[in-house]
Nanobody, 115 residues
Framework: VQLLESGGGLVQPGGSLRLSCAASGILFSIDVMGWYRQAPGKQRELVANIAGDGSTNYADSVKGRFTISRDNAKNTVYLQMNSLKPEDTASYYC??????????WGQGTQVTVSS
């Protein structure tokens, strides 16, 4: 399954963006889809993930501002990002996991929060 992220861009602080991750194959209910981000000079970190039953997990830094969702019919995962801060600036990556094993990453999409 290949993953293709989109929706990144330049936004002012306080603004919003919606990232999409389209999978080329079928996403099964056992699959966990996650959004990660990596800022220059920093390690890649988990932003949020969502299981097939819709259960979600968020990094403390984004709780209340970001929302992850998935549309299994479209094989797509979304990350709605609101109240963006300069520290959210990073490359955002989508990951596909099954039974705890990573099946691949997307190429990433850049998010820049700046006035």
């Amino acid at each position: 399954v290949q993953l293709l992220e989109s929706g990144g861009g330049l936004v002012q602080p306080g603004g919003s963006l919606r990232l999409s991750c389209a999978a080329s194959g079928i996403l099964f209910s056992i699959d966990v889809m996650g959004w990660y981000r990596q800022a220059p000079g920093k390690q890649r970190e988990l932003v949020a993930n969502i299981a097939g039953d819709g259960s979600t997990n968020y990094a403390d830094s984004v709780k209340g501002r970001f929302t992850i969702s998935r549309d299994n019919a479209k094989n797509t995962v979304y990350l709605q990002m609101n109240s963006l801060k300069p520290e959210d600036t990073a490359s955002y990556y989508c990951q596909h996991t099954r039974y705890g094993i990573s099946l691949g990453w997307g190429q990433g999409t850049q998010v820049t929060v700046s006035s």
